[in-house]
């Protein structure tokens, strides 16, 4: 199951918020481009993934709609104890 992880410096500094997703058995997909995505890049990225962490960018109604995520989508800064909970 793959979660894609839009905002370009998640992880970067403080490592267990991936490390508890792939513990979990999720393939966690980083935003490749280390920056704010436009829509369609959104779209792409996020094709085929269970659920999206997402910092700025648009989510709207296409993108969740497209996505068709079966966890939640946070668009907030996520602490190790309140991903334990989504997950």
Known sequence: ?????STST???Y???PLRMLEEKGFKV???????????EEVV??????VG?????ETLDAAVLEFGGF???TSKQ???????????
């Open 70 to 72: 079966k966890y939640p």
């Open 29 to 39: 997909e980083l935003n490749p481009y280390r920056r704010k995505l436009v829509h």
């Open 44 to 49: 792409e990225l996020a094709r085929d993934a």
């Open 10 to 12: 998640f992880g970067e």
């Open 77 to 87: 800064k996520i602490k190790g104890e309140n991903l334990a909970r989504l997950i």
């Open 14 to 16: 403080i490592t267990t």
């Open 52 to 56: 999206i962490i997402a910092g700025t």
């Open 1 to 5: 199951m793959k979660i894609f992880i």
